[in-house]
Structures are given as structure tokens and as C-alpha cells.
């Protein structure tokens, strides 16, 4: 029998999908079955166990990525702690890609850490072990697509079967167990309801009375009625939930498949054109004449998206809710009313203005303060000093030369000291050195922070003069001279960070409610520099 070296050891533990289904069979729990194997592994050789990683059950085993406890176990093998890792067989280290089986055995091999399984003790030092893991590796992968591809044409299949073959229930059903293989669906007491009564308002024969989605969304959490995940509902819970088909009976499978990206993480793919879809066994909760209108009222009030980073709204990132802070959108009504700027947050009670009336709003409000600035400027400095750099280089000689004379006194307070210690100084000629040095370091302090100040408003003038108000009367001048909205936006965020938007009443048809909105503007004001610059 093979011996290892003394040294310090720990186990690797992680399920299959093949255990998770053994385990549901009733088989013996997975983990608890390979402790005593590896336990018993290291009572053979003699070591002991200082730690073991344990995944959670439901870890995918694809991706290091989304294996925690690998992570760590990886960071510690290439930190060198370890002499040994005993686990059940190499294919519960790695049966991802290329990529992560590399990555997994240069860590063992840089680290000159041993792999130790009831079958075989692999020394990453030793060229036929190396090769004899990685041929491990590449088959336990290749079996790992095989089951995979199984599993893939099992639930399409199951779906055209009728049976249901996703994990987690659409909101208005449950999963029940189907005698033989597989699962269905059965309506939830309490969520089925409420799917019906979404479906009836948006759908209400009487096109005056049926709710939009936003409305719907509002009215659910005004109940108090939870979604599936216990949140609050939202525009494109009600969308998703209006879309899908599993609530006139019908089940399918790969409409939004999981796409893994560069970084290894999966998200869903926009919804393409073939999937797999069937009647399902499952009893449907909304006869199809009325899921057919809910499709052509959502088609009808569909907004047809902008390519993607076109701007259409010359406001856009730059009005903020007052209420909620979120960030207030552009809402267009088409030919029938104009567009206008809202808060889209569901429970936000902001009400929405006009589009041109904010921008009126903004604009006078950025001409009224570029009118302040100037006079606020004017005022400190009535005559704009052609001597600018002169004068800044008068102020950097002053404060260069009080600075120094501060550290002059600090050296002699320092003095001071020493020579009380020596008995050179009596007390009494101590005491009056001392007030005399703490009152001139005191006073040279008070002159470097007034210097600074003085150099810090020099500085904002001539910025102002020079930067800030040229700018704001560029671009109040040129705002109007293009139709462009990705101009026009690129203009104000040149000179404006951001403005507050507030409408605590509505009345869209009365003329005085218009414009009684609360806009507070924050203009961008120039940053404090070394030195100023000149034009």
C-alpha cells in the first residue's frame, strides 16, 4: 500500500445530480455515506482529517465558479496548507470545461499537493499520475455532457408528454407528484384566485374600466397579497405572469434558455423562435379567448424599445424623484396627449408633469441662477484682474514663506523645552518664551488658513469667470439651435448634476396645477485645482 508523507490533510465533499436523485429514491444520504468512506480511507493510511469542505447539496458541480467551498479549497492548496486532499474520486474535484479542469490541476501540481482516493493516491510531481488525472478529468466531462444531453431530451419529452418538467411552479399552481414519472401542476388555493382576477382586469370588457399593468401591480400590494417570492409586485412580474401560457394548459420548454457568458455565470437568453410546447396535464385556470385579448391589449400598448444607448429624452439621468429618489423617465402618449415626465416606482405617489413644461422649468431655472452667479462673482470682484497669475503666484510665495516661519517656531517651542530640561531656562523664562511662541505660531496659523482661503476664492473666480458661467451660456445658447435629444442631453450634463423633482397634487386639465411642481436645481460647480488656469 501506497504511504503518504506526514504532513496535514483535508476532505473534499460534493453531490452529483446522480446522488440527489439516488437520495430522493430513498438511498442513504450521499455526504454522510462518503465521510465514512474518506474517515475509514484515513484511518488505512494513518493520517487524520483536519477539515473537511462540504458543498451545499444543491451546487452545481459544472463550474468552479459556483462551487464556494472549491473556491476556498483551491486558495488553500495553492497557499501550500495542505499535503493531501481525500476525496471519493477525482471526478468531484473538476467536470467543467477545459478551462477549470487546467486550473484545478496546475493547483495541485504547483503545490505539490497529493490527491488521495480509496482507488489510487495521486503525486501531481509524478508525470504518469498527471496524466492518469487528467484523462480522469477529461471523462468524467465527457460523461457529465452525456448526462447532460439525456436529461435535456428527458424534459422534452416530459413536456410533450404534458407533464410539467421545470423546478419551481409558475405563481398559481403547485407541483404534485404524478403517479409514475414526472410532475404536474395543480391550482394553488390561494394563488389561483389571483391570477384570475389579474387576468379579468386587464382584460374587463369594458375597455374604461380595465387596469394596466402599473395599476395592477399598485391594487396587489394595496391587498397585501405576496408574490411567489414574497415581494412586492412589479410591471414585469404582471407582463410575465399575463404572457405565459401554463394558464390555459398548455406547458414548454426552452423559451428563455440559460446562456453561459465569458464569466461563467448563466443568465437567461432573450425568448427565441422555437421551443418545445404541448398540452399539458394540468387543469388551466384561464379559458384561451380570454388569454388571446390579453396578448393583442399587451401587443396594442406595446412601447417599441430604442436601439440600444439611442437617447430620446434630453432630461434622461439628470431629474431624481423627490420622493423615492429613483430616476424620473420619459412617458410619450403618442399623438394624443403630450409626453410627459413620470416616476415609474409602483408605489411612488410623485405625480408626473409635462415634458416641456419640466424643461421650460430647467432651463429658466439654469438661466436664473447663471444670473445669480454672476452678480454673486461680480460682487467679490467688481473689476476682473488682468494680473490673475501674479497675484496667485504673490499668494503661493506668502503662504510658502508663513509656512516656513511656522516650522521655525514649532523648532524653537522645541528649543524652548530643551533648555528648561537642561536648567538653562528658569520656570518664569520658560512660562514667558512659551506665551510668546504659542501666540506666533497661533497667529502664523491664522494668517496660512486666511492666505488659503483667499487663494481657494481667487481660484472659484476665475474658474467661474473663465469656465463655469462661459459654459452655462454656451449651453443655454446652443440647447435650442439642435433637435438632436442626445446633443441636447450632453449639453445640460456638461453644467448641471442633477435636479429634484416634486408634485404632491394632480390636475392635468387644470392650467394652474401645470406647472405647481417643486424642481431644485444643482448645477456642477468647477473642482478645486493646484492652480488656476487662464484663457
Excluded at 471519493?88 to 499537493?113: C, P
Excluded at 488682468?386 to 517651542?413: G, P
Excluded at 494668517?447 to 481667487?458: G, H
Excluded at 429634484?500 to 436645481?521: D, H, I, M
Amino acid at each position: 500500500m501506497h504511504t503518504l508523507p506526514i504532513g496535514k490533510y483535508a476532505a473534499y465533499l460534493r453531490k452529483s445530480r446522480v446522488d440527489l436523485e439516488a437520495e430522493a429514491r430513498g438511498e442513504e444520504d450521499t455526504y454522510k455515506r462518503h465521510k465514512r468512506i474518506l474517515q475509514e480511507l484515513a484511518k488505512r493510511y494513518g493520517i487524520t482529517l483536519d477539515k473537511i469542505y462540504r458543498e451545499k447539496p444543491a451546487t452545481s458541480g459544472e463550474r468552479i465558479s459556483e462551487r464556494p467551498e472549491m473556491i476556498c479549497l483551491l486558495e488553500d492548496v495553492e497557499n501550500e496548507q495542505w499535503t493531501g486532499i481525500l476525496v471519493v474520486e477525482v471526478e468531484r474535484l473538476a467536470r467543467g470545461d477545459t478551462m477549470d479542469q487546467g486550473i484545478v490541476a496546475n493547483a495541485f501540481k504547483y503545490s505539490n499537493t497529493l490527491i488521495v482516493t480509496p482507488m489510487r493516491v495521486y503525486d501531481p510531481q509524478n508525470p504518469d499520475d498527471e496524466e492518469y488525472f487528467e484523462f480522469g478529468l477529461f471523462m468524467s466531462r465527457r460523461e457529465f455532457k452525456t448526462i447532460t444531453r439525456r436529461l435535456q431530451s428527458g424534459r422534452v419529452d416530459g413536456v410533450r408528454d404534458g407533464r410539467y418538467v421545470g423546478n419551481t411552479p409558475p405563481y398559481g399552481y403547485q407541483r404534485v407528484k404524478l403517479p409514475g414519472k414526472g410532475w404536474t401542476l395543480e391550482p394553488h388555493p390561494e394563488q389561483a384566485p389571483i391570477v384570475q382576477l389579474i387576468f379579468s382586469l386587464y382584460t374587463d370588457p369594458n375597455p374604461e374600466r380595465r387596469m394596466g399593468t402599473a395599476r395592477l401591480a399598485r391594487k396587489l400590494n394595496a391587498m397585501g397579497v405576496p408574490t411567489a417570492r414574497k415581494s412586492r409586485w412589479t410591471v414585469a412580474t404582471i407582463n410575465g405572469l399575463l404572457r405565459n401560457p401554463v394558464y390555459i394548459g398548455r406547458v414548454r420548454w426552452g423559451a428563455r434558455p440559460q446562456v453561459k457568458r465569458r464569466d461563467g455565470k448563466s443568465r437567461p437568453r432573450k425568448p427565441r423562435d422555437q421551443w418545445v410546447e404541448a398540452k399539458g396535464m394540468h387543469t388551466p385556470l384561464i379559458d384561451e379567448d380570454t388569454f388571446a385579448l390579453a396578448q393583442t391589449i399587451m401587443e396594442e400598448n406595446r412601447h417599441t424599445p430604442l436601439p440600444k444607448g439611442k437617447i430620446s429624452n434630453p432630461l434622461a439621468g439628470l431629474i431624481r424623484c423627490d420622493m423615492c429618489g429613483g430616476p424620473m423617465v420619459l412617458r410619450p402618449y403618442g399623438e394624443k396627449n403630450p409626453a410627459a415626465m413620470i416616476c415609474p416606482a409602483q408605489d411612488c405617489v410623485n405625480v408626473s408633469s409635462y415634458f416641456h413644461v419640466v424643461e421650460d422649468r430647467l432651463l429658466r431655472s439654469l438661466q436664473e441662477w447663471l444670473k445669480s452667479y454672476k452678480a454673486q462673482w461680480k460682487e467679490k470682484q467688481p473689476k476682473p484682474n488682468r494680473n490673475d497669475q501674479m497675484k496667485w503666484k504673490a499668494h503661493e510665495e506668502m503662504l510658502k514663506s508663513l509656512r516656513k516661519k511656522l516650522t521655525a517656531l514649532e523648532a524653537q517651542k522645541n528649543e524652548v523645552h530643551n533648555l528648561l530640561e537642561l536648567k538653562v531656562y528658569s520656570i518664569d523664562i520658560y512660562k514667558e518664551r512659551s506665551q510668546s511662541l504659542a501666540k506666533q505660531i497661533n497667529d502664523t496659523r491664522q494668517a496660512i488658513s486666511q492666505t488659503e482661503q483667499e487663494m481657494e476664492l481667487e481660484q472659484k473666480r476665475i474658474a467661474a469667470r473663465t469656465e463655469t458661467i462661459p459654459q452655462v451660456e454656451h449651453v443655454l445658447e446652443a440647447y435650442h439651435k439642435t433637435d438632436d435629444p442626445a446633443k441636447k442631453n450632453a449639453l445640460l450634463k456638461s453644467v448641471v448634476e442633477q435636479a429634484t423633482y416634486r408634485k404632491e397634487k394632480g390636475g392635468r386639465w387644470n392650467p394652474e396645477a401645470v406647472n405647481q411642481f417643486t424642481l431644485v436645481l444643482y448645477p456642477k460647480l468647477p473642482k478645486r485645482r493646484d492652480r488656476p488656469s487662464h484663457r
